[in-house]
């Protein structure tokens, strides 16, 4: 399974949890519930993080990860504040439940679709999220990725240190 599959996939477990557990309204279900949508929404943030580590030259990639970030807090307190004035006060409504869900499922495929463009289209990570000629577990550090020389430290023999 490829990388962007991957962020695909957790989408859509994300919509299924949103329904199933949580759609009951009991403690257990909501604590079950938000630990499992938490683990999809890390899981995305972790490979979106990895897509843009792989796919952002060096010059541009400290712009993309503070915008990127803050785009993220941004929708994290909106959404917060968006729930707290639109839920009762009993924090139960199907129909907000409804939204949650269907823009889970929605961006699950709006993802799943413009990834696999992107993939065809030859956008450098392979498809599976890794540029391309890198495979997993390669520990390639920038200069061997462009292909040029590691640098050798140089050692200069002075000679004998001097007594104080």
């Known amino acids: 399974m490829t990388l962007r599959q991957w962020v695909m996939w957790l989408f859509v477990a994300a919509a299924v949890v949103s ?12 604590v079950i519930g938000g630990f499992l949508t938490g683990f999809c929404a890390q899981g995305i943030k972790i490979s979106v993080d990895t897509l843009v580590q792989t796919g952002v030259d060096d010059v541009y990639r400290g712009r993309v990860f503070a915008l990127y970030d803050m785009i993220f ?16 006060d009993s924090g139960k409504s199907y129909p907000v439940l409804a939204v949650i869900v269907v823009g889970f499922a929605v961006t699950a495929l709006v993802y799943g679709r413009l990834s696999s463009r992107a993939a065809q289209r030859g956008d450098g990570l392979d498809g599976g999220g890794l540029p391309g000629g890198v495979r997993t577990g390669d ?3 920038e200069r061997t990725q462009q292909g040029r020389p590691e640098r050798q430290p140089v050692v200069e023999d002075r000679g004998p240190v001097p007594d104080p």
Not at 79 to 84: C, K, S, T, V
């Open 139 to 141: 520990q390639t550090d």
């Open 19 to 30: 329904a199933v557990p949580i759609g009951f309204y009991t403690k257990p279900a909501l």
């Open 73 to 88: 807090n941004v929708g994290q307190v909106s959404a917060a504040a968006l729930g707290a004035a639109i839920l009762p």
